[in-house]
């Protein structure tokens, strides 16, 4: 079966990038599980996460309590429950935030109620509230952003409202009514990018946008994005403006577009259909998220045809993935989409129970960051660096080259590792230390799924002492739980970067790159390995007589008595 194998693979470029292209388009989407929230009133929700969490703001369809706050580890286990307000009828929940933050807006009668999330007492405190009288009103949503504040905006008497609670101000100073005609304000939406607010609201079954620039302090005219709207999204990802829109086919269905132009340009792409049949209502209204990658990423019900779908848009190829089925469910009551580094994260219910649902997009964690080493007060050398934001992060591992290789030497659940086996050098000069060598290090964090992220930053020191260093493979003390192929760091690379995998078990490993088309560029393993964790070094200059700048796809297989273990792939650029 083996020899079968290779031959297919080596019979020809089409299976093989079918291959590559499956590996790489569906995520690590676990499956989705009941958390145990029950809210069987539910009427809308969205979600936050940060480094504390995955937070959801609910909003209930009943007599009191009506919008309710819970904060959920990265598994979904609940870890805070609390009453937002009390008083019924309040509706259109939105909250934002950043890592040290955390905003939720809603209306409740004739005023916009805002809380913020005091880190220091652990409660919610109040901020100014907004006068919107009793007209209609139709929607609200609210973007943090750390260099500025809160921006929201709200429809009421149809037309849009923008305001800004400033970082260092409780007090809202600046207020615009977006929309430029009467009764054009439905349903709006808000999104920041670096220089701009960008603002998304129906105005006759038109999509449109306007702009604020935050250098000058000026808003631009309205742009018309589509006719025939039902509802939209716009989102600032991948250094770009998308709009997301619904457009009603009349007796049939509804279909969801998107369109897309530079942030600082007004020209808008042709359309492109996402799907031919979602969910019809604002609590189906699609969600949108960016992740460190720069990929941005879109969940939304398919309707009648069931489950909820992730797609996700790749900057580098300017182009959208195939739709991914990540519910086991069918149709949607209401959900939330949110990122941490490259994780997702969705929290939802649907009809078939009153219990929300959780589900985790699990990729590696970002490497850490700001690795130091200073000098303890017993001589060892002492390792500092910033904790991960990921909220799935469980431990770090550390690893130290004397010169000959990389080894594991142990792991913590802090930000900080003593090495104990080495010491600075107390002898002055001109004695010194005879078995003074130079050592470095670098530090790998680890997540519950057991991925590991790219290296750190690496540090180095003048050191005398150690034991016999301890090699890889089976006698590897790393806690190997799963298969995973690690994204290769750098990324860009030129010319060098660094591939790592574990495998949980002994297994025959290859591991090769190929070019865009699918032409083998270099074999980097080719052998039977112990279970444990490897890095390999890929250096683009020595590949084939030297490798072009471009995008390589690197690919794994892991194979045990002809029976394939595990494959995957992943993409790098070579940036020359």
Request: charged residues 15%; neutral net charge; contains cysteine.
């Amino acid at each position: 079966m083996l020899n079968n194998l290779k031959s297919l693979l080596s019979g020809g470029k089409v299976f093989l990038m079918a291959l590559l292209l499956t590996a790489l388009i569906y995520p690590q989407w676990k499956n989705d599980f009941n958390t145990s929230i029950s809210e069987p009133n539910l009427a809308m929700l969205e979600n936050f996460a940060n480094k504390d969490g995955i937070h959801v703001v609910a909003q209930r369809a009943a007599s009191s309590n009506s919008i309710m706050y819970y904060r959920l580890s990265s598994s979904g286990a609940v870890i805070n429950t609390t009453v937002i307000e009390s008083a019924g009828g309040a509706e259109f929940p939105s909250i934002s935030g950043s890592n040290n933050a955390l905003y939720i807006s809603y209306r409740l009668g004739s005023s916009i109620i805002t809380k913020k999330y005091n880190y220091s007492t652990g409660n919610w405190d109040a901020q100014r509230s907004i006068n919107i009288g009793s007209g209609v009103f139709r929607g609200l949503d609210n973007v943090y952003d750390i260099q500025r504040g809160l921006h929201f905006v709200y429809s009421a008497d149809g037309s849009t409202h923008y305001y800004l609670y400033p970082t260092n101000n409780p007090n809202y100073t600046q207020y615009q009514e977006v929309s430029d005609q009467a009764y054009q304000g439905l349903y709006p939406t808000v999104t920041v990018s670096s220089n701009k607010v960008h603002v998304g609201f129906n105005a006759y079954g038109d999509a449109k946008t306007r702009d604020k620039n935050l250098v000058n302090n000026v808003w631009e005219n309205t742009q018309t994005v589509a006719s025939g709207s039902v509802f939209e999204r716009v989102f600032s990802g991948s250094n770009k403006l998308f709009d997301f829109y619904h457009v009603l086919v009349p007796g049939l269905h509804v279909n969801l577009y998107v369109r897309e132009r530079p942030l600082n340009q007004s020209g808008w792409s042709t359309p492109l259909l996402l799907n031919y049949s979602v969910h019809p209502l604002e609590e189906g209204l699609i969600r949108t998220s960016q992740t460190a990658n720069l990929f941005t990423h879109v969940v939304y019900d398919r309707g009648s045809s069931g489950s909820l779908t992730h797609r996700q848009y790749d900057p580098t190829f300017a182009s959208w993935s195939n739709e991914v089925s990540i519910s086991s469910t069918g149709l949607t009551k209401s959900y939330g989409l949110s990122s941490v580094s490259n994780d997702l994260f969705v929290v939802f219910r649907d009809y078939q129970s009153n219990n929300l649902k959780f589900i985790h997009y699990d990729v590696a964690p970002l490497a850490p960051k700001n690795l130091t080493i200073t000098q303890g007060g017993n001589n060892h050398p002492i390792l500092s660096w910033s904790a991960n934001t990921e909220p799935d992060i469980s431990k770090y591992y550390i690893y130290r080259n004397p010169g000959s290789g990389w080894v594991y030497i142990g792991q913590t659940t802090s930000t900080s590792y003593e090495d104990g086996t080495l010491e600075y050098c107390t002898l002055q000069p001109p004695k010194g230390c005879v078995d003074e060598n130079t050592y470095f290090y670098h530090v790998k964090a680890v997540d519950i799924g057991s991925n590991i992220s790219a290296a750190s930053n690496e540090v180095r020191a003048q050191l005398v002492g150690g034991g016999p260093p301890q090699k890889a493979g089976s006698d590897n003390p790393i806690e190997i739980n799963d298969y995973n192929l690690v994204q290769n760091y750098p990324n860009p690379f030129n010319p060098t970067t660094i591939i790592s995998y574990s495998i949980p078990q002994d297994a025959f490993v290859t591991l090769k790159v190929y070019d865009i088309l699918g032409t083998e560029v270099a074999e980097l393993v080719n052998q039977v390995k112990p279970a444990g964790y490897y890095e390999v070094n890929f250096n683009a200059s020595s590949a084939s007589g030297g490798l072009s700048s471009g995008v390589y796809i690197y690919r794994i297989t892991a194979t045990s008595n002809e029976r394939i273990l595990f494959t995957d792939a992943k993409r790098m650029l070579l940036m020359k």
